[in-house]
């Protein structure tokens, strides 16, 4: 499933291009992945300003400068595009988390500082967060690549914080489960039912229930 319209363009091998051919190739990509770049960048403008309901096709394309036609290229849907600034937003945090690694003497310590991490960041542009969270709640079976690119990312950067071995099926079951309370606690903190507070509290509880057994936690009976 691609994340654009598809066309019939035949590329000639890069060993077949003429210097004047590849610098031409060189620069459509670049005029293509700017244009891309507005795209992407009006539309967390008009999230920032009205969350997911501001986020309407042709004011995306009005505000991108760009035909209407070009933001569909790019982005079948407002909910796809959405999720590809989440996709984004999950992927400067793995950045992040690789220039600064978590800190912890444990795995449940250390993935909590990661998701602590990530939702303050978050919560520092809380109508773009509703936007893709809601874009996420909302996404079509078309949208299913995307919708398990940002699954598949969130879930290899608790893996990462678990520990730097590979993660045994054990690990990925568990962290697959700490990413969907970290969406589900996200849902809570944007539809104003829980505060920040109390996000950390639950991902904290959620953490040592899954990676420490036999651990008390507290605020748990047994």
């Known amino acids: 499933m691609g994340t654009c319209f598809t066309f019939d363009v035949t590329t000639p091998a890069a060993q077949d291009l003429g210097p004047s051919d590849a610098a031409e190739e060189t620069a459509l990509a670049r ?45 079948t ?23 600064r690694p978590p800190i912890g003497e444990t795995p449940a310590n250390r993935v909590l500082d990661v998701l602590t991490r990530a939702n303050a960041s978050l919560q520092r542009h809380p109508e773009v967060t509703a936007a893709m969270v809601r874009a996420f709640g909302a996404a079509a079976p078309e949208e299913a690549d995307v919708v398990r690119r940002v699954s598949e990312s969130m879930t290899a950067i608790i893996t990462g914080a678990m520990h730097d071995t590979v993660p045994s099926p054990r690990d990925l079951a568990a962290a697959r489960v700490l990413m969907q309370v970290w969406l589900s ?14 996000v950390v509290v639950d991902l904290g509880v959620a953490a040592r229930l899954l990676l420490e057994p036999g651990v008390e936690v507290a605020g748990v009976s047994s």
């Open 77 to 99: 849907s407002k909910e796809r595009l959405l999720l590809e600034a989440m996709v984004e937003q999950i992927d400067t945090l793995a950045a992040r988390v690789e220039s």
């Open 31 to 75: 005029s293509q992945a700017a244009r891309r770049r507005r795209v992407l960048d009006a539309a967390l403008r008009l999230a920032e300003q009205g969350g997911f309901d501001a986020v309407q096709m042709r004011d995306v394309a009005t505000e991108a400068n760009v035909a209407l036609g070009t933001v569909y290229r790019y982005f």
């Open 185 to 198: 606690s996200l849902v809570g903190w944007v539809g104003g039912v829980d505060d920040a507070t109390r």
